[in-house]
C-alpha cells in the first residue's frame, strides 16, 4: 500500500497523529502507542451489495451483520448508523417519477451531512431516471446519471469518497464498514399504523401449510388449519379437461405433486385417484362443498377461476365466498349478481381513472395485491384504506425474511391483511368477526 492509499483508508487515524505532532504536546513514542491504541479499537463488519439488472432474473440483495435483505425494484439506499445500526429505503424508480424526487431530495440531504451510505438497484432502476441526469450529475453521480434503464449499479462513499460501479448484468462487493462509521441522524424512521387484531386479517393461501409442505389445495390443508385457527381459505380453482372444477394450483405443480404422468389436464376421474406426495387428498366441488358445510364458521375465497356466475352457482353458500377476478368485466358481473368479488392487482392498476371510485360503485370491499408494491404504492394503501376497501397481501414468504410475522409486525395497518403460508402466534384470535 503506498503513502497516498494509507492515508486516504486511514484519515482519521491519521488526522489524530497530525494532530499530537503540531501540538508537540505529547513525543513521538507517546503518539505512536496512542496510533496502536486507536487501530486496536477500530472494528470493520463485512457489507455485500448484490445488484442484479432485470436481464438476470435475481434477487439483488445486501447483506449485513450475517442478517440478508433482498430488496425491491428500483433504487436502495442504505445508511450507516453508529453503533453498526442500519436503516435503507427503496424508491420506485422506474415506475413513479415522485419516487425520484423523494430519493434526490433524500440523497441531497445526507450527501450534505457527509453520511455514510451505499445505493444498491435492482431491475429495471433508471427507467424514471430520464430527465433528472443533470441533478444525478451535480451529485457527483456521474455512472448513475448515465445508467441504462436494465442495467446493475452500486454505490457508496465508506471511504470518504463517492465510489460507483456498473454492469450489464450483476455486480458483487464486498466492503469493510467501520464500527464507527455514521451518525446518530436518522432518515428513515420506521412508520407504524394502528389497526385492530382480527382472524379475518389471514387468508389460509392454499388452504395454509401442511406439515411445511405449502401450496396442496389438499384437505388435509384444511382440516390441520381450522384446527388452528385460520377461517377464511384460499383454493385455487382450475379445471379437468372433461370440464369439472377442482382445487389444485396448476396442473404442472400438480403433477409434481402427485407424480402424475398422463396427459395434462387430467380427466375428472384420473385427478380424484391421485393423493398429493401420496397422503394429501385432493378436493374437486363436492368434497369443498362436503368441507364448507361442516365448518360453517369458514370462508372460501378463490384463485384462477374468473367466471363469478358459474362458481357461485356451484359453490354451496354465497354468503361464505369471495371470489378474487381478473377483469374489470368479471368484476362489473359479480357486483350485478350480489357475488362478493375481491378485484386483483392487474386490472386494478390499469384502471386509469378514480380506482376507489370503480371500487365503490361496484360494491367491491376487496383487493388483492403482491406485498412488493406496498412501498411505491403507499398513496394508494392510504386511499383504500380511508374507503373502507380491505387490501390483502400475496406473495408473502416470496423474499427472504419477508415471512408473516414481518407482514404483521411491518405492514399492517397500512394494509388491512395477508394471504399466509403458516400459523404464527400473533393470529392467536379466539373467534372470527364478520368480514
Known amino acids: 500500500m503506498n503513502v497516498l492509499s494509507y492515508m486516504h483508508s486511514n484519515s482519521q487515524t491519521f488526522k489524530l497523529l497530525l494532530f499530537f505532532i503540531f501540538l508537540g504536546s505529547v513525543s513521538k513514542s507517546n503518539a505512536m502507542e496512542l496510533l496502536h491504541a486507536i487501530n486496536e479499537k477500530i472494528v470493520t463488519e463485512e457489507l455485500v451489495l448484490n445488484s442484479h439488472s432485470f436481464n438476470t432474473h435475481q434477487r439483488s440483495s445486501f447483506t449485513y451483520l450475517s442478517q440478508k435483505e433482498?430488496?425491491?425494484?428500483?433504487?436502495?439506499?442504505?445508511?450507516?448508523?453508529?453503533?453498526?445500526?442500519?436503516?435503507?429505503?427503496?424508491f420506485d424508480t422506474y415506475g413513479s417519477k415522485e419516487e425520484v424526487v423523494e430519493f434526490l431530495a433524500t440523497l441531497s440531504t445526507m450527501l450534505m451531512a457527509n453520511s455514510k451510505i451505499a445505493i444498491l438497484a435492482h431491475d429495471s432502476a433508471a427507467a424514471s431516471l430520464v430527465g433528472f441526469e443533470k441533478q444525478l450529475f451535480d451529485l457527483g453521480l456521474i455512472q448513475l446519471s448515465?445508467?441504462?434503464?436494465?442495467?446493475?449499479?452500486?454505490?457508496?462513499?465508506?471511504?470518504?469518497?463517492?465510489?460507483?460501479?456498473?454492469?450489464?448484468?450483476?455486480?458483487?462487493?464486498?466492503?469493510?464498514?467501520?464500527?464507527i462509521t455514521g451518525s446518530e441522524?436518522?432518515?428513515?424512521?420506521k412508520e407504524t399504523f394502528e389497526f385492530t387484531p382480527n382472524i379475518n386479517r389471514f387468508i389460509a393461501h392454499a388452504g395454509g401449510e401442511v406439515n411445511g409442505i405449502k401450496s396442496t389445495n389438499s384437505k388435509n390443508a384444511l382440516d390441520e388449519n381450522y384446527k388452528k385457527g385460520f377461517r377464511i381459505f384460499e383454493l385455487d380453482i382450475i379445471?379437468?379437461?372433461?370440464?369439472?372444477?377442482?382445487?389444485?394450483?396448476?396442473?404442472?405443480?400438480?403433477?409434481?405433486?402427485?407424480?402424475?404422468t398422463g396427459?395434462?389436464?387430467?380427466?375428472?376421474a384420473q385427478f380424484m385417484k391421485q393423493k398429493i406426495y401420496g397422503d394429501y387428498i385432493?378436493?374437486?366441488?363436492?368434497?369443498?362443498?362436503?368441507?364448507?358445510?361442516?365448518?360453517?364458521?369458514?370462508?372460501?375465497?378463490?384463485?384462477?377461476?374468473?367466471d363469478p356466475i358459474a362458481f357461485s352457482e356451484a359453490f354451496i353458500d354465497n354468503d361464505r365466498l369471495i371470489m378474487e377476478l381478473f377483469s374489470v368485466m368479471a368484476v362489473e358481473k359479480a357486483s350485478e349478481h350480489g357475488i362478493h368479488a375481491m378485484m386483483s392487482q392487474e386490472p386494478l392498476m390499469a384502471i386509469k381513472d378514480d380506482k376507489t371510485n370503480f371500487l365503490k360503485v361496484n360494491n367491491v370491499k376487496y383487493v388483492a395485491l403482491s406485498r412488493r408494491i406496498i412501498a411505491s404504492q403507499k398513496k394508494l394503501m392510504l386511499q383504500l384504506k380511508e374507503a373502507g376497501i380491505k387490501v390483502?397481501?400475496?406473495?408473502?414468504?416470496?423474499?427472504?425474511?419477508?415471512?408473516?410475522?414481518?407482514?404483521?409486525?411491518?405492514?399492517?395497518?397500512?394494509?388491512?391483511?395477508?394471504y399466509a403460508d403458516k400459523w404464527i402466534s400473533d393470529m392467536n384470535f379466539t373467534s372470527a368477526s364478520k368480514l
Do not use: C
Open 70 to 90: 433482498s430488496i425491491e425494484r428500483g433504487l436502495t439506499i442504505l445508511h450507516f448508523e453508529k453503533d453498526k445500526k442500519i436503516e435503507y429505503k427503496t
Open 146 to 179: 448515465s445508467l441504462k434503464g436494465r442495467q446493475a449499479y452500486i454505490m457508496h462513499n465508506l471511504n470518504g469518497v463517492i465510489t460507483e460501479q456498473v454492469d450489464d448484468n450483476s455486480i458483487t462487493k464486498t466492503l469493510d464498514v467501520p464500527t
Open 185 to 189: 441522524i436518522v432518515y428513515f424512521p
Open 239 to 260: 379445471e379437468t379437461s372433461d370440464g369439472k372444477l377442482v382445487a389444485a394450483h396448476d396442473w404442472n405443480m400438480w403433477a409434481r405433486f402427485t407424480d402424475y
Open 263 to 268: 396427459t395434462l389436464p387430467p380427466t375428472h
Open 282 to 306: 385432493t378436493m374437486d366441488m363436492e368434497a369443498i362443498n362436503a368441507w364448507f358445510k361442516k365448518h360453517p364458521d369458514a370462508t372460501l375465497v378463490t384463485d384462477k377461476v374468473n
Open 392 to 418: 390483502y397481501v400475496y406473495n408473502v414468504n416470496f423474499a427472504p425474511g419477508k415471512d408473516e410475522k414481518y407482514v404483521h409486525d411491518n405492514e399492517f395497518g397500512l394494509i388491512y391483511g395477508m
